[in-house]
């Protein structure tokens, strides 16, 4: 006799976070990759600057988690923080 291993049943509302995900993904053109051997999960988008020469100011923000939702969602906090981070270090002068 073999045993065969059962997918885990998801729920409704983790159905929903990746649905939520997947449209963010396409709306924000977000890269996700599989590392790992599926054990961790990259999101990354690059980021244009602003002004005459916001090509060459590209960077790029990512975030690492163990499933792509949470990875996708870890990367829109960033995201979405972003401008608030940028003002506190905007009189530092390095």
Known sequence: ????????????????RLAEAMRVIVERHISLTCCLDGKLWAASVEVKGSGANRKRNLRSVSAIAS?????VEQLCAKLDGEPQAREMFEEDDY
């Open 1 to 16: 006799m073999t045993t065969t291993a059962l997918q885990p049943v998801s729920t409704a509302d983790e159905d929903r």
């Open 67 to 71: 499933t792509p939702t949470v990875a």
